[in-house]
């Protein structure tokens, strides 16, 4: 994933916290939305490292519901084993419907290293959007996580 990829917090009210992400490519954009995630559930993204990994296919109608779904699939694998995972490669086609196919990496959460910063519970619909944004012809998603 290129560096290029950007995120900003944009709201927090009490049970939502929102953010736009951008970056050079749709694949850009799901990443730093999966680093958007990861920087609400840990202090530090940083200290998260490679130690597990996971693959990743997924296929949904439209490329906002893909979006959704892959994020709400970072959480599920926070939730059910306590894993931490960003993509180490993703690749997004919308031929038709839209598809994923992602290598995740991560570990488990240790709470030494891990200083959890909330406990995001879901993505949700209120208010997404994934396409093409920012006039430079990068690609752009508002996101809400309910928290």
Known sequence: MTSASAFEFVDRVTS?????ARGASVEDVFAASAEALLAATVEDPGTV???????????????????????????????????????????VSQAGAARLEAQLAGERID??????????????????????????????????LDV
């Open 16 to 20: 939502d916290l929102c953010f736009v």
């Open 49 to 91: 490292t490679a130690r597990v990994r996971r693959s990743l296919a997924l296929e949904e109608p439209a490329l906002d519901l893909l979006l959704l779904r892959f994020l709400n699939e970072l959480i599920y694998w926070k939730d059910a084993e306590q894993l931490l995972l960003r993509p180490e490669t993703l690749r």
């Open 111 to 144: 709470p030494s290293r891990h200083r959890l910063e909330g406990d995001v519970k879901a993505a949700t619909a209120h208010g997404l959007r994934v396409g093409p944004g920012g006039g430079d012809g990068g690609w752009e998603a508002a996101v809400t």
